[in-house]
């Protein structure tokens, strides 16, 4: 096995960027994998019936979840859409935590409570999963508007699709965060379609989230959201600008879902060659490509990814083995007192 | 003990409670440097401050979405909304939002918020600017709802609804601003979930919530001096949590139930009340309860109409008199 003083040696003089570092590009490979290995297994247990309800996965999105929450520190904060798995994992969240709640057993993150549309996990920032589009935009201007006041120096962080951008939240939210310069990153995961219908169909500029930025006085900016280390350069910039005081940023990362939009979409709607042409651009191929360039060997990579497979797999068999939520949660936390009385 | 205007009993509840904690914040259109349409929030900001009391665009979605970030993150937002016909534009963090991601996340977040607004008819403003959407919230689970009628309950229910741990829908009714009532001096803490006895009476149970309340008062008034029949009179002041045990126990006292609501008839909290009371007080009751509601219509914007629809302290004493056979 190459040591990093080998690697170092190696990728010396090969004109190759290495702002990110080892460590972090390590750490951003291996969460696109982890991302990857349990969306793929969510999907594979739902067609043995073990996921219930929807979901939404992330396939081929990996790179801006695992990126944004790589240049994230303790402490910073994650709204995310139903489509929100990876960005839940991506902050450090068990796999079985996420599975067990999308397979609805007692051992799930909301103790089946949620579903799969609703991963929250307070602990690790995640502030919830919003099923109704553009909901978090403004309530992460507000968690953005309490590090202000109190003088915090968390960020908020909010991710949501291109089809967000179309509806008036993102509007008033992005006009409210940059009048308050609030601490806050909008991140659009632009994978080119709302649902069904091609995003370019149904929105009067090519770019549904950066063509607009102008309008709130925020600068335009469109990403690679395939490459993990753009990502996460991108979402550097960006929380320093925030943590300086200096307002908020919308980012523009053009993606692409090897999936359909839900469980229940077997996305025909997209022409021939579409998603082949896009697996090309693959995140997690071209991250493993650049790990070959910085002189990580196949055995390293080969290492990781079995790490990866090893805890989705136990994952998956403690969820299997997970008994369901009990009755007695159903009338739980409905007020602050734990409870559900309405009367007395 | 002063006299003060329930209009200056919202300035001076919501100071009451900035004053005592720096995590409470206030945010609406026109709420600071204006002092709020309805001149509710005078002199807030001259007091407080811009960081703690800020205007905001007109944006409704980012006025609760913003309100609930901060609650969920450890500040106790007062948020306004401007007229409460304005929560359909909002509605997603009222139905949605606030009162379901705690139960959705098996209780790890927390909403500590109140969204005052202004509710009611009586202002001629017609169908858009007038209504009682008392019930619109009431049907939700994991929202409190409040609707205080005296100066007094204002600054005694915010103060509870402020320092409540769970979203609270504060109503305040636009027709009873310029009304003036008795406060006491020093602070005032009121309890949310408890029903008043305004009126104490042997012969029937009205009862009735924020502007209905005057005009309950003032039929009870009419029904003694002029029928001989003597009315309790129920200030309800919280849909959520519900008094029923007050109600029930009025009921008990008098067997008869009439309720009194400014909201359009279908649906509206006198609806529940009136369940209740036939599920676990029906033989108390020795007729049929009866609701005397707004008539299921859009609310018209001319003086004259206006007055007919909603309930009027006549027509509340001519359905009691009636209802009671005298």
């Known amino acids: 096995m190459a040591t990093a003083k080998d690697r170092a040696q190696a990728k010396a003089g090969s004109g190759?960027?290495?702002?990110?570092?080892?460590?972090?590009?390590?750490?951003?490979?291996?969460?696109?994998?982890?991302l990857r290995e349990a969306e793929q297994r969510a999907y594979d247990l739902f067609l043995q019936n073990l996921v219930k309800g929807t979901s939404h996965l992330s396939l081929g999105q990996e790179a801006i979840a695992a990126g944004f929450a790589e240049a994230m520190q303790k402490g910073d904060l994650s709204f995310c859409t139903y489509r929100g798995h990876a960005h839940t994992l991506a902050r450090g969240v068990p796999v079985e935590k996420v599975l067990g709640e999308l397979m609805q057993r007692d051992n799930g993150l909301m103790r089946g409570k949620g579903g799969s549309m609703h991963l929250t996990s307070e602990e690790h920032g995640v502030m919830g999963s919003y099923a109704i589009i553009g909901a978090h935009l403004p309530i992460a201007c507000g968690a953005a508007w309490r590090a202000q006041y109190k003088g915090d120096k968390d960020v908020s962080v909010c991710f949501f699709g291109d089809g967000t951008t179309n509806i008036g939240a993102f509007h008033e939210a992005l006009n409210f965060a940059a009048v308050w310069k609030l601490p806050v990153i909008f991140v659009c995961e632009n994978n080119l379609y709302m649902e069904y219908t091609p995003i370019a169909d149904v929105t009067a500029v090519p770019h549904p989230a950066a063509d607009r930025a102008g309008s709130y006085g925020l600068e335009r900016i469109v990403i690679d959201g395939n490459d993990a280390d753009e990502c996460y350069r991108t979402a550097q910039k960006a929380f320093a600008k925030a943590r300086a005081g200096e307002g908020p940023s919308l980012i523009e990362c053009m993606t692409y879902r090897h999936s359909g939009?839900?469980?229940?979409?077997?996305?025909?709607?997209?022409?021939?060659?579409?998603?082949?042409?896009?697996?090309?651009?693959?995140?997690i191929k071209i991250y493993r490509e650049r790990l070959k360039q910085f002189g990580v060997s196949d055995?390293?990579?080969?290492?990781?990814?079995?790490?990866v497979r090893k805890e989705v797999d136990e994952a998956t068999?403690?969820?299997?083995?997970?008994?369901?939520p009990p009755l007695d949660i159903l009338t739980t936390d409905v007020y602050a007192d734990g409870g559900w009385a309405w009367r007395n | 003990m002063a006299e003060l205007s329930y209009r200056d009993a919202v300035i001076r509840g919501i100071a009451q409670e900035m004053t005592r904690d720096p995590d409470v914040v206030f945010l609406g259109e026109d709420v600071a440097k204006a002092g709020g349409v309805f001149k509710a929030t005078v002199g807030l900001y001259e007091q407080f401050g811009p960081l703690r009391v800020r205007d905001t665009p007109i944006s409704e979605q980012a006025i609760l979405g913003a309100a609930m970030g901060?609650?969920?993150?450890?500040?106790?937002?007062?948020?306004?909304?401007?007229?409460?016909?304005?929560?359909?534009?909002?509605?997603?963090?009222?139905a949605n939002e606030f009162p379901k991601s705690r139960y959705m996340s098996n209780g790890q977040t927390k909403c500590p918020l109140v969204v005052r607004?202004?509710?009611?008819?009586?202002?001629?403003?017609?169908?858009?600017?007038?209504?009682?959407?008392?019930?619109?919230?009431?049907?939700?689970?994991?929202?409190?709802?409040?609707?205080?009628?005296?100066?007094?309950?204002?600054?005694?229910?915010l103060a509870a609804s402020v320092r409540d741990p769970d979203p609270v829908i504060f109503l305040e009714h636009k027709s009873l601003y310029a009304t003036k009532g008795e406060v006491p001096d020093g602070e005032i803490v009121d309890t949310l979930g408890t029903a008043k006895i305004l009126r104490s009476g042997k012969d029937a149970t009205i009862c009735a919530l924020a502007l209905m309340v005057p005009r309950a008062l003032a039929a009870a008034e009419k029904l003694k001096a002029e029928h001989g029949i003597d009315c309790e009179v129920v200030d309800v002041r919280s849909l959520v949590p519900l008094d029923t045990?007050?109600?029930?126990?009025?009921?008990?006292?008098?067997h008869r139930l009439f309720t009194v609501e400014e909201n359009p008839r279908l649906c509206g909290w006198g609806a529940e009340i009136v369940s209740i009371a036939a599920d676990e007080g029906f033989y108390d009751l020795d007729g049929p309860p009866v609701r005397i509601t707004t008539p299921h219509i859009p609310l018209p914007a001319a003086d004259i109409l206006e007055d007919i629809v909603l309930p009027t302290p006549d027509r509340i004493t001519e359905t009691v008199r009636r209802s009671l056979g005298s």
């Open chain 1, 317 to 324: 068999e403690a969820c299997k083995a997970a008994p369901n």
């Open chain 2, 70 to 94: 901060a609650a969920m993150t450890g500040l106790k937002p007062i948020a306004e909304i401007m007229f409460s016909d304005f929560f359909a534009v909002c509605f997603d963090y009222i």
């Open chain 2, 117 to 157: 607004t202004g509710n009611g008819a009586g202002s001629r403003f017609g169908a858009q600017h007038s209504q009682s959407v008392e019930n619109w919230c009431m049907m939700i689970p994991g929202l409190k709802v409040v609707a205080p009628s005296s100066p007094r309950d204002v600054i005694g229910l």
């Open chain 1, 299 to 307: 055995a390293d990579i080969a290492a990781i990814d079995a790490s």
């Open chain 2, 245 to 254: 045990q007050t109600i029930l126990g009025s009921v008990a006292k008098t």
């Open chain 1, 16 to 34: 190759l960027n290495d702002d990110i570092g080892e460590q972090k590009r390590l750490a951003l490979y291996r969460s696109q994998v982890r």
């Open chain 1, 261 to 283: 939009h839900s469980r229940a979409d077997p996305a025909k709607y997209r022409p021939e060659g579409e998603l082949e042409k896009w697996k090309l651009r693959d995140p």
